[in-house]
């Protein structure tokens, strides 16, 4: 997507959240090689919806995953899993002492 080109993949795992079907690429079966085939063969002969998909996919590659929003996202995760409050510790230069510390372990339980 990255490379403004619409995505053919399998419809399974981290592919089918990253690739909007009909919007960016295609999601296929999986272990379906004449579905990959089918999904090759419209986007030869519609070039204008090829181009579509390879803009809106470049579009989504450097809204939602350049390493910054990944970072975040993962950093939300861990947050929310470790019951800190993200919204609360927002706020430009408010720290917790006690995430500080934890960050400083690695995020390691005591």
Known sequence: MACSTPVIGADVGGIRYSVAHGETGLLVPPKDPLAVAHGLVMLKRDPQRAQRMGAAGLARAKNMFTWKSVAEALSEVYARVAGIDVAADA??????NAHDAWLATGGASA
């Open 91 to 96: 706020a430009p230069h408010a720290h917790d």
